[in-house]
């Protein structure tokens, strides 16, 4: 019983993972106008077709920047955090670390909402700040958790052992804190790429003339042409997304830092 | 300067808020010397050497190093090397660049550093180690290039963190002679902390005993381990009877005790190991409330009028039954005299 219960199961969990994604394949590669599994015929027109559309290309700039930019600024405030909350006994430590998660407890509906209402309107602030502010604060979360975790794996004295063999403080951190750091700063780099390329509820608020992230334009576009392309594109990022994360575990192991 | 005063505590106080870890601690230590900072847990003994090394600042008072005042001077140029307890090596780089990491921060380059982190490894046995990372050595090898790491960097002096402890027992006595002779040969002046009697008689030359935050003796192996000043140094090196003297009579729980015979001068305690205890005869009776067998000895404790007392006796003489009454005498002649209480 339980020897064809198992397979049955494992078979079932796994087409529910990765069903969909083949669905798109297939659809992407469709020959046919309109989005349709089975495909109606095969052809690569749609694949091509992603990078002709001009707004894909913007937005796809767009979210790049945002992705890299707003993980860079994330990793530069969330690194000196993780430390300072590794390191020293800091007051209201507890708190810090519960305000620095909650980007991943509160919906992203009510960030983007709450950014819309009381940073943009009021104060005329530019949509691209907001978004990059918005992304950051969304990645910030997983910078300080995965640098913490590779933090509390390194003992804090080998930078006393460096500052007895002449080295300063703040050298000690650059030559024997980062380099034993650096997986999981990579792990939380791609995480946080990962997280801001593919979200959509702050996006969907902050979007403005011009100033669209990806996932918002593929929406904007669906709304209007019902063509294969969305599909194509959406396998595409689907495997820019795999990618990442094959050679973060081929090189790093990253599944060790998440 | 003279040499018996290289490195100089005078007056050294560190506290932290209402708690006092080292007050007013004086000590000379001898350029060259060997020397063993004892004492339990709390005593004080590793935030002296943390403070020795500039990791901690004191609270007050100076410290004196090579004739030059280092108390204000930054751990990174002090010229003091620590041997971590738990070694502190930096697990990205391998054997060579962690002995190499402080010479290259002084600009050494090329055959030079080469000559010298080679130097360092032969010394303590590792020279074919060089490419190893820390994660493939055992905790004596990384233990050893610990110490060759702060070798190579010629300290002044050479602190080492409980350096035994981490260790099993074979391995011990294996890097307690490689301490030694590292030492000896080079000629550094090495303290090192310990919490382990026996570890501080067997490897110092001098031997530092620390309570509270204070000294409590200093003194060779020998003077600790037979003529302790005090009650706690008497109990450390396993004097475990221990009686304060009134009136040349000992006080004991229920009053006052004479002694078996006339009582030295001077001495305001005296304390006996429990194989000094004359087990058979004497003017003393006490109750066997327990014994134990411990391979060449047996243990037991006795309930006797002066409190608990415990005797050991040579294991091939006939056990004594528990509940049995034993006559014994405590011998003033071998009692350790003892110049200080509390």
């Known amino acids: 019983m339980s020897r064809l219960y198992t397979p049955t199961i494992l078979g079932l969990v796994l087409l529910f993972l990765i069903g969909p994604f083949v669905i798109i394949i297939a659809a992407s590669l469709s020959a046919g106008e309109t989005l349709a599994f089975p495909p109606d015929g095969l052809s690569l027109r749609w694949v091509i077709k992603v990078f002709e559309v001009e707004s894909f290309r913007t937005s796809f700039g767009i979210s790049m920047f945002l ?33 620095v998660s909650a980007p991943i407890i509160v919906p992203g509906i009510i960030v983007g909402l709450a950014l819309l209402r009381y940073l943009v309107v009021p104060f005329q602030f530019g949509i691209l700040p907001a978004l990059f502010l918005a992304h950051t604060a969304l990645i910030l979360p997983y910078a300080v958790r995965v640098v913490s975790a590779s933090l509390n794996n390194l003992r804090g004295d080998i930078e006393e052992a460096a500052v007895l063999l002449g080295s300063s403080r703040t050298g000690a951190f650059f030559r024997v804190v980062m380099p034993n750091i650096r997986g999981g700063i990579l792990a939380a780099f791609i995480l946080g790429f990962v997280t801001s390329f593919n979200q959509v509820p702050v996006s969907l608020f902050l979007s403005g003339p011009g100033v ?27 495997f820019m997304s795999l990618g990442i994360v094959f050679l973060a575990e081929r090189f790093l192991g990253f599944s060790r830092y998440v | ?76 140029k002090r010229a003091v090397g620590l041997v971590f307890q738990s070694y502190a090596l930096f697990p990205h780089l391998n054997v060579f660049e962690n002995v190499a990491f402080g010479l290259r921060l002084k600009g050494i380059r090329g055959r030079d550093l080469e000559n010298r982190v080679e130097g360092g490894l032969k010394t303590v046995g590792l020279s074919d180690f060089a490419s190893r990372k820390p994660a493939e050595l055992s905790g004596g090898q990384q233990q050893r290039v610990s110490l060759a790491r702060s070798m190579v960097m010629e300290p002044k002096v050479l602190l080492l963190d409980e350096p035994l402890s981490n260790l099993d027992a074979r391995l011990r006595l294996e890097m307690r002679a490689e301490l030694q002779r590292v030492q000896k040969q080079s000629g550094i002046t090495m303290i090192f902390v310990t919490h382990d009697q026996v570890e501080a008689l067997a490897l110092a030359d001098r031997i530092i005993v620390m309570l ?131």
């Open chain 1, 67 to 99: 992705a890299i930019g707003g993980t860079l600024a994330a990793l530069v405030l969330g690194i000196p955090a993780a430390y300072a909350l590794a390191r020293y006994k800091v007051p209201f430590g507890e708190t810090i670390r519960t305000v």
């Open chain 1, 212 to 238: 669209r992230t990806l996932p918002i334009d593929m929406l904007a576009y669906m709304e209007i042409t019902y063509d294969p392309s969305v599909a194509a594109l959406s396998a595409l990022l689907a």
């Open chain 2, 1 to 76: 300067m003279s040499d018996s005063r290289y490195l100089s505590l005078e007056k050294l106080t560190l506290s932290y808020g209402n708690t006092i870890a080292v007050g007013d601690m004086n000590l000379d230590i001898g350029k060259g010397e060997l020397v063993a900072l004892l004492g339990p847990s709390g005593c004080g003994k590793t935030t002296t050497m943390r403070a020795i090394a500039g990791l901690l600042q004191p609270t007050s008072g100076t410290i004196r190093l090579d004739g030059v005042d280092v108390t204000r001077v930054s751990a990174n």
């Open chain 2, 212 to 342: 509270n935050g204070a000294i409590e003796q200093i003194g060779t192996p020998e003077e600790i381990y037979n003529h302790p000043v005090s009650p706690f140094v008497a109990d450390f090196v396993g004097f475990e009877n221990v009686f304060a003297l009134e009136n040349g009579k000992m006080k004991t729980t229920a009053g006052m005790a004479d002694l078996s015979s006339d009582a030295p001068g001077g001495a305001v305690g005296l304390a006996w190991r429990p194989s000094m205890v004359a087990l058979g005869s004497g003017p003393y009776q006490g109750t066997v409330r327990g014994s134990s067998f411990a391979g060449g000895t047996r243990e037991y404790l006795l309930d006797t009028p002066l409190g608990p007392i415990k005797a050991e006796t040579d294991a091939s003489l006939a056990a004594h039954e528990f509940g049995a009454v034993l006559n014994f005498d405590l011998p003033v002649a071998k009692a350790a005299q003892l110049s200080r209480l509390g």
